[in-house]
């Protein structure tokens, strides 16, 4: 056995041959974090070291008109006059929430939108539409993100603290003002990290590995995510190539 060297961290992986990555460059930075890209037999990607926020955009039961009776905070969602992750009667931010019915999968929370979306479902008021953060292991970038990869592209995502992996697809735009290093609560329960949108998440020790033009901008199943996710990452190289992609 080997392990992968990160600052802190050692990650035991099975000891294998490998040919060299055929580039890794500088790709972007955020903030305090820097993207670095790679390649590995005809597969492209850029990798980032970062904590993990948990997002609950797209859950069900993500916000509610009584503040603490939603998984999240209503401070994550918006204010009056500008709700940016609420369906609203207007369809404009300066709307009213909309608030789910009688029918829908929670009645009496508020519809949260993600900025991936089911376009078959052509009424925001439809909490179907959107990308349920509770179900499906998603991601969010920056807007600068978005100069290298697009909303439904794959992504692994690396738990360095105990070696849990998980497939992820890109779901959700942040704002510039956030630190990057985002996902939701179903991604941050694959890897074994606290999910509760409130308090949960970690300050460091997750790697990302986001797959640039390999989705088709629509929502996927989990179990289509995972089985995708998988195998783009065993064709850059899997976890004995993490360390030569890492700077």
Avoid at 49 to 58: F, K, R
Avoid at 202 to 223: A, L, Q
Wanted: charged letters at 15%.
């Amino acid at each position: 056995m080997v392990a992968i060297a990160v600052p802190g961290v050692s990650l035991p992986v099975p000891q294998t041959a490998a040919p060299k990555p055929t580039r890794i460059v500088r790709l972007f930075q955020h903030q305090d974090t820097v993207a670095w890209s790679c390649a590995s037999s005809g597969v492209n990607a850029f990798i980032y070291q970062a904590g993990m926020a948990v997002d609950a955009d797209g859950a069900y039961r993500a916000f509610h008109p009584s503040n603490r009776r939603g998984l999240d905070s209503l401070d994550h969602a918006g204010y009056p006059g500008h709700w940016w992750a609420l369906a609203t009667d207007t369809g404009k931010a300066s709307g009213r929430p909309v608030v789910q019915r009688k029918g829908d999968p929670a009645p009496g929370y508020y519809v949260s939108m993600t900025s991936l979306y089911d376009a078959t479902i052509p009424s925001e008021r439809n909490p179907h539409r959107f990308v349920d953060a509770a179900h499906v292991p998603y991601i969010v970038l920056p807007p600068v993100g978005f100069k290298h990869a697009k909303l439904g592209d794959f992504a692994t995502v690396i738990n360095l603290r105990n070696g849990k992996l998980a497939g992820a697809i890109l779901a959700e735009q942040s704002s510039s003002e956030v630190r990057m290093g985002e996902g939701s609560i179903a991604l941050a329960k694959a890897l074994g990290i606290d999910p509760n949108p409130r308090t949960g998440g970690v300050d460091d020790g997750v790697v990302y590995v986001i797959y640039p033009r390999t989705g088709n901008g629509k929502p996927r199943h989990p179990t289509e995510i995972a089985a995708i996710s998988q195998h783009l990452f065993r064709a850059l190289g899997g976890l004995h190539r993490l360390k030569s992609f890492l700077p």
